[in-house]
Every structure is written in C-alpha cells, then in structure tokens.
C-alpha cells in the first residue's frame, strides 16, 4: 500500500447535495477521489461513504478536519492500513471460443476469488470479489482470452483489528 493512500469512511445525512459538498472538499484541498461507495446506513437518515485518495498526510488531515466541521457529518474516519479490510467487486465479460474456454478461465479465477456467474458459446460473465490488487491481477491473467468489458466497483472497506485474518 502506498504510504499516500487513504481509505476514509464518513457517515452524513442521507440528502441531496452532502455527497457534493463532500467531493468539493477534497477538489478544494486538491485530492482526487480515487474511490468511492455511497450506501444508507441502518438508519435511513444517513448516509455512509467510503472514499479512497492520494495526497500528502497534512493535506488529508487538513481535509478529514473540515469534513468534521460540516454540519451533516455525524462522523469522519482514517481507517488505518494495517486495521482494515478493504474489497472491490468487478464484473467481466470475456469471449468464449468453444468448450475449452470457461474450463481454462475457471482455473485461471480458481485462486482469485473469482466465479463464473454465467456463459453461452460467445461470452462467460466472471464476478469477481478481493482487494484492489487481487482484482488488477485478476484481469492481468484473464486478458489473454479477450475482454469484451470490465466493470468494477468502488471500494468498500471496514476498520479490523487483524486483517490478516480475512486476505484470502
């Protein structure tokens, strides 16, 4: 992980326009979202966001400082790098050539957390689940077999006290 990356999870109100004023923030101390997850809480009211950047440590601290001061914003957390469980979804299309194919993907996904979601004779669909990096190789290996399209989700991540334990 690069000693500039911050994973940053900020819990607001569930209303128009606190995802913008939250995004002007980072643009006016010159970060740029690099990811971001925006989900309601349990309670409908609030909103919780998971927001990945690259920027000096002073420059995000200023930041992390400012959002505390918005008045919607219940709370603002660094979730540090070795206390934290980050995963990203990605769903791939890839051709299919002939009956060969979706057994040489399946083991090429076998040790990435990967699984066919489905396949005709032209195209398998792969879902994919893991941290940035287990996703990026995921791709490298499946290229060769032709992707048609690649969608992937932002971040999501979750402060945890040994996050040893759940790196697959």
């Known amino acids: 992980m690069s000693a500039n990356r911050h994973v940053l999870s900020i819990s607001t109100a569930n209303e128009p326009g606190e995802l913008a004023r939250i995004a002007g923030m980072f643009s006016a101390r010159g970060l740029n979202i690099e990811s971001l997850s925006v989900r309601p809480a349990e309670n409908p009211a609030v909103s919780l966001?998971?927001?990945?950047?690259?920027?000096?440590?002073?420059?995000?601290?200023?930041?992390?400082?400012?959002?505390?001061?918005?008045?919607?914003v219940s709370r603002v957390t660094r979730l540090p790098d070795n206390g934290r469980v980050e995963r990203e979804v990605a769903l791939i299309r890839l051709r299919a050539a002939g009956d060969s194919s979706l057994g040489e993907v399946s083991k090429t996904m076998s040790c990435l957390n990967a699984r066919v979601l489905d396949s005709n004779s032209e195209e398998i669909l792969i879902e994919a689940a893991g941290s940035a990096n287990q996703v990026a190789e995921l791709l490298s290996r499946l290229q060769p077999f032709g992707t048609l399209q690649v969608v992937r989700g932002g971040t999501v991540a979750v402060e945890w006290s040994n996050p040893s334990n759940c790196d697959p």
């Open 49 to 72: 966001l998971v927001v990945v950047t690259q920027g000096q440590p002073k420059r995000v601290d200023q930041l992390v400082h400012q959002l505390r001061r918005l008045v919607r």
